[in-house]
T-cell receptor, first 114, second 113 residues
Framework: QKEVEQDPGPLSVPEGAIVSLNCTYSNSAFQYFMWYRQYSRKGPELLMY????GNKEDGRFTAQVDKSSKYISLFIRDSQPSDSATYLCAMSAEQTGGSEKLVFGKGTKLTVNP | ETGVTQTPRHLVMGMTNKKSLKCEQHLGHNAMYWYKQSAKKPLELMFV???????ENNSVPSRFSPECPNSSHLFLHLHTLQPEDSALYLCASSFGGAKNIQYFGAGTRLSVL
């Protein structure tokens, strides 16, 4: 079983739709959860960061973490064509010493159609 | 543009060439990373440097040789590459630690002929 599973899509939705993106993971030690957005020909940029379980909201974006199910989600409300990008989940565990590794999902390619 | 700058943005090289990728970060971070991004695969961590010291080499072939002269600069020296090495090479930096939020450059799109 891969450490992080993410459906690569592609996912195509009409403008204004609510988008749900998800990742599952197997390592129960993961405590830090991130969503990155990557536009075509660009590097990934951090979109949302969550520690442990719970919800976090930032404008039209909501990140949810359910550690009991090892499942994280990113919701996008009122989706816009400018949200068209690849969304990557990433997570890391608390370890002693050094820089903890981020483990990434494959990314989900989202297209929002006007 | 982000605080992490990568050059060149595009590179085409033959299998016998030697080239270098450059990364510079202006964020005051102490950790720098090289990743390989191929289609339909997760980001693959290649190397990690923390305060100029290499702390991770993720079983990367020796035809990839990293160099970190200081905490702000990172190089990836390439020689005798294979066509399967064609990918987007991303540099990232962070303050390290458990939270480890990483900031990425725009990447170098490498094609090996």
């Amino acid at each position: 079983q891969k450490e992080v599973e993410q459906d690569p899509g592609p996912l195509s939705v009409p403008e204004g739709a609510i988008v749900s993106l998800n990742c599952t993971y197997s390592n129960s030690a993961f405590q830090y959860f991130m969503w990155y957005r990557q536009y075509s020909r660009k590097g990934p940029e951090l979109l949302m960061y969550t520690y442990s379980s719970g919800n976090k909201e930032d404008g039209r974006f909501t990140a949810q973490v359910d550690k009991s199910s090892k499942y994280i989600s990113l919701f996008i409300r009122d989706s816009q064509p400018s949200d068209s990008a690849t969304y990557l989940c990433a997570m890391s565990a608390e370890q002693t010493g050094g820089s903890e590794k981020l483990v990434f999902g494959k990314g989900t390619k989202l297209t929002v159609n006007p | 543009e982000t605080g992490v700058t990568q050059t060149p943005r595009h590179l085409v090289m033959g299998m016998t060439n030697k080239k270098s990728l450059k990364c510079e970060q202006h964020l005051g971070h102490n950790a720098m990373y090289w990743y390989k991004q191929s289609a339909k695969k997760p980001l693959e961590l290649m190397f990690v440097y923390n305060f100029k010291e290499q702390t991770e080499n993720n079983s990367v072939p020796s035809r990839f040789s990293p160099e970190c002269p200081n905490s702000s600069h990172l190089f990836l020296h390439l020689h005798t590459l294979q066509p399967e090495d064609s990918a987007l090479y991303l540099c990232a930096s962070s303050f390290g630690g458990a939270k480890n939020i990483q900031y990425f450059g725009a990447g170098t799109r490498l094609s090996v002929l």
